[in-house]
């Protein structure tokens, strides 16, 4: 059975810095494509940054230059390294896995339950 389990989420403010993490279980870190979505209230979703299956990177542009995601494969564990944080980046983060082996394209299967994420200016 595949859990990710998202932390690090919390209250800072603007300027400051916070690391997420995402543990997965019953999961290939290494082989899968991972992506951090948020999603603010009243707003859509969105994809915050990806890693794929190749190691690509990718990011929405709002974060470029602000935001790395990384993996750790050895302890399944994905992360989201925010700094520059804005009030505007205030949402709840969620990690998400696509089916074992896949790369983004073929669309995410698994999901945390989030962690909170807000920034005060």
């Known amino acids: 059975q595949v859990q990710l389990m998202e932390s690090g989420g919390g209250s800072v403010q603007a300027g400051g810095s916070l690391r997420l993490s995402c543990a997965a279980s019953?999961?290939?870190?290494?082989?899968?494509?991972m992506a951090w979505f948020r999603q603010a209230p009243g707003k859509e979703r969105e994809a915050v940054a990806t890693i794929d299956r190749d190691g690509s990177l990718s990011y929405v542009d709002s974060v470029k230059g602000r935001f790395t995601i990384s993996k750790d494969s050895a302890k399944k564990i994905l992360y989201l390294q925010m700094s520059s944080l804005k009030p505007e980046d205030t949402a709840m983060y969620y990690c998400a896995g696509v089916p074992y082996g896949n790369y983004c394209a073929r669309g995410y299967t698994y999901w945390g339950q989030g962690t909170q994420v807000t920034v005060s200016s």
């Open positions: 019953g999961y290939s870190v290494r082989t899968s494509c």
